[in-house]
Nanobody, 125 residues
């Protein structure tokens, strides 16, 4: 069992930056590929970015390429999402996600085995 706790959300003006963190419980963090998803009001949850267990393979949604950066620190059981040049359309609840142990990188909700509780990101225009 993996428990995920996000932090770092908040209110920021367009063009600003935020850094989200996701801390995982247990001693198996390095066995799991990790990702971030988001859900805006009235919309379905969508993929944002994901990273492999060793951090070498990284994927981004087209909407965030060049602005967002995912990283992980296996020694700290933590995955990060650095968000720069934020836009109002980035406003959403952001969810940390973990794939199955030694499973595929979670690029779709179907590949997610564990979810965090979510953290609100609001970008004002």
């Amino acid at each position: 069992q993996v428990q995920l706790v996000e932090s770092g959300g908040g209110l920021v003006q367009a063009g600003g930056s935020l850094r989200l963190s996701c801390a995982a419980s247990g001693r198996t963090f390095s066995r799991h590929a990790m990702g971030w998803f988001r859900q805006a009001p009235g919309k379905e949850r969508e993929f944002v970015t994901a990273i492999s267990r060793n951090g070498i393979s990284i994927h981004y949604a087209d909407s965030v390429k060049g602005r967002f950066t995912i990283s992980r620190d296996n020694a700290k059981n933590t995955v990060y999402l650095q968000m720069n040049s934020l836009k109002p359309e980035d406003t959403a609840v952001y969810y940390c996600a973990a794939g199955d142990a030694f499973g595929p990188i979670p690029r779709s909700s179907y590949d997610v085995h564990y979810w965090g509780q979510g953290t609100q990101v609001t970008v004002s225009s």
